[in-house]
């Protein structure tokens, strides 16, 4: 647990050739263009959380995120999010998506948007807040353009209005 | 989860784990070991002082690759359809 030089492979878990596939776009060197930055402004017992998660979640009462087409249309991914409550439970959602297995969400929905955990830092004072609204997208995104044009900014518009000043990303 | 994205795309926190796809927080049910992930990724928050830093986080998975659950019951469409070509990148990455 105590391994302070440890280096993340992002790859461990993934096939050797599927890896070395994906490995061909990403470069060698650092990132070197310019990075956004707000920089956190308050103690984090003062500050409002969100949550966003691309692991295609959806409430039951939502349609949930069209994987039918993407089965006919294997480089298009539904570009639309989901609201989930902040109260939300396993037993309101659903998953949809094709590059995981779902049934540990459908299990315990904290394992990919730990919503429970957060709800527990703010009767503990470790944050100040957890919004009322958290999100889901769907990861699989060869072409973001309607998911940065269009989901997006509604997703900060919904937050802004809640004042929501911190947020956690959390990739499927 | 994948920290080498950050060298295509740059973001401006990563707290980067060693956690297979689709459970980045922990095992169901385990709130100890989601909650000690969950701290140790709102440090980061706290300590980021400049845009780029990737901290790695460090945990580790209990069970091996070979052994840990995460793929989909069916191959995805993309992977599918790149198959010839996802083999032969991993034949030459072989050699």
Known sequence: ?172 | MTPEFHREIGMPRVAAIEYPYGRPVGQPNDKEGQRNVLVKALSVLQNAQLPGQVVHLPFTWPEAPQDTQWHPPEISPIVKLFLEEIKKAGAEARK
């Open chain 1, 1 to 172: 647990m105590a391994d302070r030089a440890k280096i993340v492979d992002g790859f461990r878990f993934m096939p050797p050739s599927l890896r070395a596939w994906i490995s061909k776009d990403i470069p060698a060197e650092e990132y070197s263009g310019d990075i956004p930055w707000t920089p956190l402004k308050k103690p984090l017992s003062e500050t409002t959380f969100s949550l966003v998660t691309s692991a295609g979640i959806n409430l039951k009462t939502d349609p949930p995120f069209d994987i039918e087409r993407e089965k006919r249309e294997p480089a298009w991914g539904d570009p639309s999010m989901r609201e989930i409550p902040s109260t939300t439970t396993e037993t309101d959602i659903d998953v949809n998506h094709l590059h995981i297995d779902t049934g540990y969400i459908k299990e315990d929905i904290n394992v990919m948007l730990p919503l429970r955990r957060f709800r527990e830092f703010e009767d503990e004072g470790i944050i100040g807040r957890l919004a009322p609204t958290c999100y889901s997208f769907y990861g699989f995104q060869l072409d973001p353009k309607i998911l940065l044009a269009e989901t997006m900014p509604k997703i900060v518009s919904k937050m802004q209005a809640e004042h929501v000043e911190a947020v956690l990303l959390t990739p499927a």
